[in-house]
Structures are given as C-alpha cells and as structure tokens.
Nanobody, 117 residues
Framework: EVQPVESGGGLVQPGGSLRLSCDASRFTVGSSTLSWVRQAPGKGLEWLASIYSSGTKQYNTDVVKGRFTISRDSAKNTVDLQLTDLKTEDTGVYFC??????????YGQGTQVTVSS
C-alpha cells in the first residue's frame, strides 16, 4: 500500500522560509481533504491547515498567524505548505494528513523542520 510522502524539510534560520510538499499517492487531492499537522519535540500532533475538495482552505490561525499557506497541484497530485517567517517554536516533524481538522490521519514518516540560528 503506497502512502503519502512528505519532503522539503530542513534546517533554516529564524525568519527563513521552507516549502514542504506531500505526494498524496493513492489519495486524489482534488477529491480529498488534506491537511498538514506537526509534532514538536515532546508534544502531540498539532493541526496547522487543511484544504478541502472544494478548494476551501482552513488554518489554525492561532499558530499560523498568516505565515503558512496550503496549496495543491492536481496535475502532480501534491499538497504543499509554504512556511515563512519561521520561528524556533516551529521546529518539529511536519506530516501530511488525510482528513480535516477533527478527523485527520497521518501515514508517512513526516519531514523534519528545524529552525535555529
């Protein structure tokens, strides 16, 4: 069974940017709800953003504060998360998830984002 695969993480300085990508695999981005969630060291999963089959986007505004943008590319069947103005507290493993804010499920290994000077 092929699972979604995340990529694009890395080490970045505070204030920097990264673009994360999720190959949604057997889930069709145009007809599924996909989300990005993250797990900071020693903490549980935290929902960040979702994009619905309609194209509607939803954000955890308390966390994202306008800094992250979710998007999809139906031709490539990918969902991306653009991260800007990164802060040290954004450090963690970022996962692509199937489902929305209250019903998501992660499958992959995630991609590590480390924000440090």
């Amino acid at each position: 069974e092929v699972q979604p695969v995340e990529s694009g993480g890395g080490l970045v300085q505070p204030g920097g940017s990264l673009r994360l990508s999720c190959d949604a695999s057997r889930f069709t981005v145009g007809s599924s709800t996909l989300s990005w969630v993250r797990q900071a060291p020693g903490k549980g999963l935290e929902w960040l953003a979702s994009i619905y089959s309609s194209g509607t986007k939803q954000y955890n505004t308390d966390v994202v504060k306008g800094r992250f943008t979710i998007s999809r590319d139906s031709a490539k069947n990918t969902v991306d998360l653009q991260l800007t103005d990164l802060k040290t507290e954004d450090t963690g493993v970022y996962f692509c998830a199937i489902g929305g804010v209250s019903s998501y499920k992660t499958y992959g290994q995630g991609t590590q984002v480390t924000v440090s000077s």
